[in-house]
């Protein structure tokens, strides 16, 4: 926004104080508090009410998607087993892929992400609150929409890739696929804008101050993965709409007999697979990456090098899709490039090991749980870093490929770079989530139920791997010599099982019993702890000024470092209202007027799942009157607003900025 | 490297211990050079992460340290990392280049076709006449190069018999080319490694190298018509055969003329069954007739429902099939 001092709609804000229980600090939670009841759980975008219910929701998925492979395992755990049909079997692992990756991986970290930026950011909320709200309700639907499939017996059965022409009316004629094609569309449509808030909120919405050399690498993940979601969902996106028309309307995109080609199934959907894995582990190591170093009670080592590491990461992670591919009959010169590139792909990741350890080294390390996740998570890294290498030189690919040693090595990557630093997270910001303690015994004896269960449970599929033992089999002949291997995977991933129910558990106790919490438990050194805890609605009664990386470990930094204002900052209280900033170097730029708690967002996300279902079963007198319902919710949200008016007010840049 | 696996031993698609031919042997030191590097890797970085959790530390004077200290381990550790990483892609790619091309001409070209679930394995010459079919089973002569032509017809699979080359998918309208080589008459294991549906799980097939004395007798008998004895309890399982089997599958020189399922013109010279799952003896034979849906739920193989007769006479047809 540039200088409009004629604008009547200019105001400079207010700078002040508000301390708990003061007339301002009543007014603002008056002005940010959703209603109670249930009229408010369907109305509220507070991102902090919308990251709990990712978080939640996402957990419940990876219990169900855990308990898919459970039963998986002890389908394997000896052979010729019959516990399963084959068609139970392609079920289970494909709901459990797409559970994992779709439903878990990503969702989680957006919970993370949504509880955590603003407070971080020093923001009262998301750029775009209601969008958030949309983001939620539609993957929760989407998820509903997946699951759905399974009491009839028809969930997605062609793997979590899902390849043509196996895929095809032809070969699947039942609605398996279709559910998952329009379920992923679905999905795209909650990942895209939630991406795209993300992103806003990045570079728009953070504290005066806080440049962007100032944020939480956190953010940095979060934001790399964020654009990443942008340009490679689209891609899997119409791929599946491509593959929907196929099915229903007997286009050809991809069916051989008519021309269509498989090979741009493949193309397709690896390139938004590959990115995709980098999109659920950047913002986990960026989960790392932040609350690591609280632990060693210094910063981090390298923040400019991991930040771009994470960058660097994301922008190879979009040149690597064929590694895929290596054994569809390319020419070798292609199978060349994209073998190097994938191997050029761990150099990034060595910045962001080297910077943890030396973090460690240097650091006076504190053992509490969330650090034990944290550290051990570091070694599950490095060995599905290694395996990653090995699976990158193509000739090895050859063997490797679609066996269970990329079973072990995407465990490693997915489970150990997601599952242990958002369990390692979640321990860390428990306090500031429910404001209160969890039970510190208990989480030590849950990282080691974990983890010894995780390398018992993933370690030997590697063995199996190089013993030969394809992918994706219901069942194996006894004299394979696979039969220990997965005997122990099997016992293995119980005991896993076991350390993640001991979380759960210690979760549900703490909840209850747990020690009520200070504002920073851990010390740490990042906005969101000079809040109390649980955050109020408002999140900061005053938009802080932020004059260093670590704005709570000023006092015990080496001088030169500014110092931050946390307590005097912009009141902003006239309606729900925060301050925007420029993108990079976060000078005040806007007061932007926050939008009330709205039924919008829920009832377009219900008709546009609504619209799904009716394509799904046909019915299309039905989509079009959820396509028409749609509508409405729109023009509901869209109504202007009076308190939503003053969109154009501006700080002039000059004098707005108290510079602290 | 040794030799050929016996019927009696496990692990017959050991790959990392096991290579019989020049498409796989590099492939196998490749990986076991890069297991050991990921090895020492892997201790030397956790050797660092144990020695960054119980080292010595001054006594915490209440200051948090610089920010900036440390940057010479991401500089020290990238810079190894990077060198050691470069040193593998080239190695990678002098395998791959190895390995992309046989060394000598082929000595022989088949093509195998992948259906749902077994391998149609075409045997052709330049004289049609001398072309043959089989199933399942693949002969190849010791120690010269073999161009696999792949290809499907229905879904995606993929080729592998591991302990003599990397795998290859086989894609529907696309033709893929493999060849592999086995220095070591003997039997060797392969599966489908590419999901393909229901029984993805039992898609094997073997590959048998012979010596090319071995290799031209069978070549020879495969090319052989069939003969049928005058047995009469052969004609009557033939009447049997041609009234339940051959809408599906061939017998070549008799009005059996089905493509879905396997051509079974020589079946009695095959080592197994049901691509790759049962052993070929007189009573698995009849089990797959009547079971094969319990056996391979979902194949397209139906269990047939024959009077012990019926039954009987089949069996007596199908062990004439030499």
Sequence with gaps: ?660 | MSIALSEKETAPLNYFLHSYGPASTPTLHLGWVFASIAVMVFLIVAGLLAGALVHKRPQNSGNIDDADKGLQWIYIGTGISTCLLLGMAVYALITLNAIARPPQATALTLTVTGYDWWWKVEYEHADPSLNFVTANEIHIPVGVPVLVKLKSADVIHAFWVPVLAGKTQMIPGLINRQWLQADVPGIYRGECTQYCGLQHAHMALEVIAQNAAEFRQWQAAQRKRLVLPPASDADAGRKVFMEHCSGCHSIRGTEAIGAHAPDLTHLKSRRLIAAGTLTNTPEHRQQWITHAQEIKPGARMPSMVLSPVELTALSAFLSTLD
């Design chain 1, 1 to 660: 926004m540039t200088d409009s001092t004629d604008s009547p709609l200019i105001r400079v804000p207010e700078m002040g104080r508000a301390p708990l229980g003061s007339d301002a600090e009543i007014r603002l939670a008056g002005l940010w508090e959703t209603e109670p009841g249930w009229r408010g759980r369907l109305s509220t975008v507070d991102h902090k009410t919308i990251g709990l219910r990712y978080l939640v929701t996402a957990f419940l998925f990876l219990l169900l998607g855990g308990v898919e492979a459970l039963i998986m395992r002890l389908q394997l755990a000896q052979p010729d087993q019959t516990l399963l049909t084959p068609e139970q079997y392609n079920q289970l692992f494909t709901m459990h892929g797409v559970t994992m990756i779709f439903l878990y991986a990503l969702p989680v970290l957006s919970g993370f992400s949504n509880y955590l930026w603003p407070l971080m950011l020093g923001s009262r909320d998301m750029a775009f609150p209601r969008l958030n709200a949309l983001s939620y309700w539609l993957f929760l639907f989407s998820g509903l929409f997946l699951y759905a499939s399974f009491p009839i017996g028809e969930a997605p059965n062609g793997g979590w890739f899902n390849y043509v022409p196996m895929t095809d009316r032809l070969y699947d004629t039942g609605p398996n696929i279709d559910v998952y094609a329009l379920g992923m569309v679905l999905l795209g449509i909650s990942t895209t804008v939630g991406s795209i808030n993300f992103i806003v909120t990045l570079f728009r919405l953070r504290a005066p101050g806080m440049s962007i050399d100032r944020v939480p690498i956190l953010v940095w993940g979060t934001l790399t993965a964020s654009v990443a979601n942008v340009f490679a969902v689209p891609v899997v996106s119409l791929a599946f709409f491509m593959l929907w028309l196929d099915r229903q309307f007997g286009t050809h995109f991809f069916d051989v007999v008519n021309g269509g080609k498989p090979m741009l199934w493949q193309h397709l959907f690896w390139m938004f697979g590959h990115p995709w894995v980098y999109v659920v582990v950047l913002p986990a190591m960026g989960i790392v990456s932040d609350a690591l170093p609280t632990f060693c009670r210094r910063p981090l080592v390298g923040y400019a090098p991991v930040a771009l590491s994470a960058m660097a990461t994301m922008l190879l992670g979009f040149g690597v899709w064929i590694h895929h591919m290596f054994a569809t009959g390319l020419p070798t010169l292609a199978l060349s490039f994209f073998g190097a590139t994938s191997m050029v792909i761990s150099i990034p990741s060595a910045v962001a090991v080297f910077a943890w350890i030396a973090t460690i080294w240097l650091g006076r390390p504190v053992f509490n749980t969330p650090f034990l996740f944290f550290a051990g998570f570091v070694l599950l890294f490095v060995i599905g870093g290694l395996s990653g290498v090995m699976t990158a030189a193509v000739p090895l690919d050859f063997q490797l490929n679609e066996t269970y040693f990329v079973v072990a090595h995407l465990h490693y990557v997915l489970l150990g770079i997601n599952v242990f630093p958002v369990v390692g997270g979640i321990y860390y910001w428990f306090p500031k989530f429910f404001g209160r303690m969890f039970n510190e015994t208990l989480g030590k004896w849950s990282f080691w139920v974990m983890f010894i269960g995780f390398n018992a449970g993933f370690f030997p599929m590697h063995i199996a791997g190089l013993l030969g033992m394809p992918r994706r089999i219901y069942t194996y002949a006894p004299n394979m010599g696979w039969n220990t291997v997965n005997l122990i995977t099997t016992a293995g991933s119980f005991v896993f099982a076991l350390g993640l129910l001991l979380f759960l558990i210690n979760v549900l106790v703490s909840l209850r019993r747990g020690a009520p919490a200070a504002e920073n438990p851990w010390q740490a050194p990042t906005l969101e702890w000079a809040v109390p805890s649980p955050p109020p609605a408002y999140n900061f009664a005053v938009i802080p000024i932020v004059a260093s990386r670590h704005p709570l470990w000023e006092d015990w930094l080496d001088e030169g470092y500014g110092r931050s204002s946390l307590e005097t900052g912009y009141l902003l209280m006239e309606g729900r209202e925060t301050l925007g900033t420029t993108p990079l170097d976060a000078r005040p730029d806007v007061i932007l007027k926050m939008p009330e708690d709205s039924y919008a967002p829920f009832f377009l996300g219900l008709f546009s799942s609504l619209i799904f279902a009716g394509l799904l079963l046909q019915a299309w007198d039905f989509a079009v009157l959820m396509i028409m319902a749609s509508g409405l919710s729109l023009i509901a949200w869209l109504w202007p607003s009076k308190a939503l008016a003053q969109r154009v007010s501006a700080v002039k840049p000059d004098k707005g900025v108290a510079h602290v």
